[in-house]
């Protein structure tokens, strides 16, 4: 059999031969998720009877009729008492 020597790369060599890796952060969840779209969406289809309770804990009670991004529509069931509007 033939004598054979092992050569052994130079591990500098090779570091700057391999891109490094680079450390992946977890990105940041998107600004807008649309969950809060879709709770109103079905709170409003289902008509569902909500309480909103006020700074001064006056209580409004009703079912939302339509939202925008700063107000929601309560109705109350009743013509007496008029539209009221919650933020």
Do not use: H
């Amino acid at each position: 059999m033939a004598n054979r020597k092992l050569i052994r790369p130079d591990m500098n060599e090779l570091k700057k031969e391999l891109p490094s890796r680079s450390v992946r952060r977890k990105q940041t969840p998107p600004e807008q998720t649309n969950a809060e779209e879709f709770y109103y969406l079905k709170q409003m289809a289902a008509k569902t009877p909500m309480v909103v309770i006020l700074v001064n804990d006056e209580e409004l009670r009703g079912w939302i009729e339509w939202y925008d991004t700063c107000s929601r529509r309560r109705s109350s069931g009743s013509s007496s008492a008029g539209p009221a509007s919650a933020r």
